[in-house]
Antibody
Framework: EVQLVESGGGLVQPGGSLRVSCAASGFTFSNYGMHWVRQAPGKGLVWVSR????????DYADSVKGRFTISRDNAKNTLYLQMNSLRAEDTAVYYC????????????????WGQGTMVTVSS | DIQMTQSPSSLSASVGDRVTFTCRAS??????LAWYQQKPGKPPNLLLY???RLESGVPSRFSGSGSGTDYTLTISSLQPEDFATYYC??????????FGQGTKLQIK
């Protein structure tokens, strides 16, 4: 079964740090770009970050640039998001998502999502 | 960045109804549009991509259309399991990957 399972969420104080992880199974992890998408309570979906299949390039939303770092370990089939200098507005469910990319199909979409891990930034 | 705007923000309908959701991009996105369904407490689920192509396993009552800046998602005959929030997302110019704010479909 193709699956993504996030872990590592929790309560952290403003200015603190947290690392969330996403364990992949059921597919060849190293063949896919991977992303983090977050959703604040009662709000919509917001893209956070992406990493190339081999980890050679990364991108970030402006709201997290310089504070968050995405990485991956293809030997462990695991995606990470290191979050530093956390703010109250970072409070959200963090989803990891697989991007499937096919130029022939014009398909460049998030086709597999994890269940999410909740990060709460509060004193 | 490309902005995505969905309308309406919420919609009430009954089982068996035909419903249509609208998504407008701030610029031409050349059919590079996906639709997702999200139920409470669950992750999003991909429904369509390239504006009108149905993802494998998605019921045929879901369909998409549009071009340029304006796109629609239609459910031909609502089923009880369809009550959820629907998001559009553009992938014409990324990053960032931008989503609409969502349309919540509620039971009338």
């Amino acid at each position: 079964e193709v699956q993504l399972v996030e872990s590592g969420g929790g309560l952290v104080q403003p200015g603190g740090s947290l690392r969330v992880s996403c364990a992949a199974s059921g597919f060849t992890f190293s063949n896919y770009g991977m992303h983090w998408v977050r959703q604040a309570p009662g709000k919509g979906l917001v893209w956070v970050s992406r990493i190339h299949r081999d980890g050679s390039s990364t991108d970030y939303a402006d709201s997290v640039k310089g504070r968050f770092t995405i990485s991956r370990d293809n030997a462990k089939n695991t995606l990470y998001l290191q979050m530093n200098s956390l703010r109250a507005e970072d409070t959200a469910v963090y989803y990891c998502a697989r991007l499937t990319d096919s130029m022939i199909l014009r398909k460049h979409v998030f086709d597999i999502w994890g269940q999410g891990t909740m990060v709460t930034v509060s004193s | 960045d490309i902005q995505m705007t969905q309308s309406p923000s919420s919609l009430s309908a009954s089982v068996g109804d035909r419903v249509t959701f609208t998504c407008r991009a701030s610029q031409d996105i050349g059919n590079s549009l996906a639709w997702y369904q999200q139920k409470p407490g669950k992750p999003p689920n991909l429904l369509l991509y390239a504006a009108s192509r149905l993802e494998s396993g998605v019921p045929s009552r879901f369909s998409g259309s549009g071009s340029g800046t304006d796109y629609t998602l239609t459910i031909s005959s609502l089923q009880p399991e369809d009550f959820a929030t629907y998001y559009c997302q553009q992938y014409y110019n990324t990053p960032p990957y931008t989503f609409g704010q969502g349309t919540k479909l509620q039971i009338k």
